[in-house]
């Protein structure tokens, strides 16, 4: 199994993650416009999915500048 994790490149997880971001950041914006409780829960994981994908595109770019 960590044979399988190996292949998978840090850009895919960052795109991955900037997919997941742009999601939240919807869910975010409906729940604005529907005056929803969960809005601050949508604004956390926008934050954490834009985090983890910058994070996934400067992993793969480290690791290809020292390949």
Request: aromatic share 10%; net charge positive; glycine share 8%.
């Amino acid at each position: 199994m960590s044979n399988f994790f190996r292949r998978i490149s840090h850009q895919m997880v960052g795109y991955v993650f900037m997919l997941l971001s742009v999601v939240a950041f919807g869910l975010m914006v409906a729940g604005l416009a529907l005056r929803s409780d969960l809005v601050p829960v949508a604004g956390i994981a926008f934050v954490i999915a834009g985090i983890a994908a910058i994070s996934g595109f400067r992993n793969d770019a480290a690791h290809r500048a020292t390949s």
